[in-house]
């Protein structure tokens, strides 16, 4: 019998499901059970073109139509989305292996969220009016075009929303190409925006890895690149959209700082470390994974940490009270267990977890190390699973320098009860995305994004309109043209 999750074919473009077998199957394998539920197929080169020739042409006539109508089409699938919340949640936890308990609450609502944020923005999209004496300019700002969105595996169904609302919101047209491992959301994403209106071919979704991506990313018809993945994969999409001069966005990976003075509130610093290490596994790519701690505190904060890390409930991700799942991939999980035994190899102290968990599936359990230096390969490189490293500090001028003291910059936080220290502090992290006594808030109204080598470009907020939108200027005379001869 058919699975579920199996999607009714690989690819979604100019307003319906199209399938090609001749392209290299991709198993979709449950993270929870190891089991394959799913097969779809990477695009072929002739499955790159029909998706590629139908946005360029369907995009003409979407941004000739008013902001309100394309924000009314984005509304309405923000309401269907809600509606479905938890046939979508399923799905999501089919696709990743994420708890039910978490894809009820972060998945399809952010993805509505932003499809309703953009769609609200749609219709005020509007330019200046510049007085130059009897003369005068007006900006207009405008479509980019044909944008591509490419997408890791943690959030498929939000990335999928995040890059498709505000694109389609300024009257551009988009190719989604979700990563290989997560497969499965982002055709719901296309399938419920041509049900709430979108014309056919403003949003379609095609399969495929790396090469797939590349091909997207190098087409001459495409004004415009959104990536979500490492830094890597970001070095090398960003090199080959410059290219061909194109527009780009990238958000990548991190390593990012979370801060801890002794006067801060124990357990909401407890509960900051754990949002920013433990949601999704530690699959998030903003997440605080070097916690910084001032040394009055470092045992107390420990011990608490402990105790409340010892309540996360692992198994079924289908059941509710389930609170921590699998890796996405066995791959991943070899990966994290890789630099679990670095961990420990470099001297640092498992203060809990350590290993794979002892049940079926990717699962490992959330890890604490303790008494981690600077140089330790855990403190610098991006785990992308539930490690936590607890660093030691004495000084607020010390705890800058070392935060700082790293190739990322995604984000980064201060728990602190002293509020001009917060701001002082914040002020000097080189980072995107902070927070002041929270971890990991993400709402649409506010921008996301990295600096450094964690990314250019911002996602939501009106910052999004920024990066999917261009502006014409345009200068008007009243009088005659002087000229010299
Ligand atoms: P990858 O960088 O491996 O892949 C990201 C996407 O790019 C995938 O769809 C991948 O395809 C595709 N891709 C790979 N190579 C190319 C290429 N040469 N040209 C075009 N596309 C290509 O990242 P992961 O999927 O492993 O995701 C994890 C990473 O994403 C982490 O580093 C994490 O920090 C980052 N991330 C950043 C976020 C942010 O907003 N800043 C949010 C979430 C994750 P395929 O996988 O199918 O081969």
């Known amino acids: 019998m058919t699975h579920p999750a199996q999607p009714k074919a690989s690819h979604f473009i100019n307003g319906e499901y199209v399938e090609d077998t001749a392209g290299t199957p991709i198993p979709v394998i449950y993270a929870a059970t190891g089991e394959q539920i799913a097969t779809v197929y990477a695009a072929t080169p002739a499955i790159v073109e029909q998706a590629l020739s139908t946005a360029k042409e369907a995009q003409k006539a979407w941004a000739k139509m008013t902001g309100t109508e394309r924000g009314r089409i984005l509304r309405r699938a923000a309401d269907i989305m809600r509606e479905r919340n ?29 499809l309703e944020y953009f769609g609200g923005l749609a219709g005020s999209l509007t330019g200046e009016h510049i007085p130059m004496g009897e003369d005068w300019v007006y900006t207009v700002r405008e479509a980019l075009g044909l944008c591509v969105g490419i997408g890791a595996w943690n959030y498929p169904t939000q990335i999928a929303c995040w890059k498709g609302a505000p694109a389609l919101a300024c009257g551009n047209s988009m190719v989604f190409k979700p990563s290989e ?76 700082p979370l801060i801890i003075f002794d006067d801060a509130d124990i357990d909401n610093a407890v509960g900051g470390a754990i949002n920013g290490n433990f949601y999704s596994s530690g699959q998030v790519c903003s997440n605080g994974t070097r916690v910084f701690v001032q040394k009055g505190i470092k045992e107390k904060f420990l011990a608490r940490l402990a105790e409340r890390t010892g309540n996360a409930i692992l198994g079924d991700p289908m059941d509710e009270a389930t609170s921590f799942g699998p890796m996405v991939t066995e791959n ?19 203060v809990c977890g350590g290993n794979r968990a002892d049940m079926p599936g990717y699962y490992i359990q959330p890890t604490v190390f303790a008494d981690v230096t600077d ?26 320098a070392r935060a700082n003291d790293t190739e990322f910059g995604l984000s980064a936080g201060v728990f602190t009860n002293d509020f001009s220290r917060a701001h002082r502090v914040i002020g000097q992290l080189e980072a995107g995305s902070c927070f002041i006594n929270s971890y990991n808030d993400a709402p649409v109204e506010a921008p996301f994004g990295g600096v450094k080598a964690s990314g250019v470009g911002r996602e939501n907020s009106k910052e999004a309109i920024k990066h999917f939108s261009q502006v014409k200027s345009v200068y008007v005379r009243m009088g005659d043209v002087e000229a010299a001869f």
Do not use: W
């Open 86 to 114: 938890h046939e979508l949640s399923v799905l999501e936890t089919y696709d990743t292996g994420k708890p039910l308990q978490e894809t009820l609450v972060a998945d399809a609502t952010s993805g509505a969220d932003a």
């Open 181 to 256: 491992t997560t497969p499965l959301c982002a055709l719901k994403v296309a399938e419920i925006l041509h049900e709430a209106g979108a014309p056919a071919g403003i949003y379609n979704v095609i399969q495929g890895m790396g090469e797939v991506g590349g091909a997207l990313v190098t087409d001459p018809r495409v004004d415009k690149v959104s990536l979500t993945g490492s830094v890597p994969t970001g070095k090398k999409v960003y090199a080959a959209a410059a290219e061909g001069m194109k527009h780009v966005t990238m958000e990548l990976g991190g390593k990012s």
């Open 332 to 350: 991943q999980m070899n990966i994290v267990l890789g630099y679990i035994e670095k961990g420990k190899e470099e001297g640092a102290r498992v």
């Open 375 to 400: 140089d330790m390969t855990i403190a610098r490189e991006e785990i992308f699973g539930p490690v936590m490293s607890v660093l030691d500090f004495d000084t607020e001028e010390e705890v800058i």
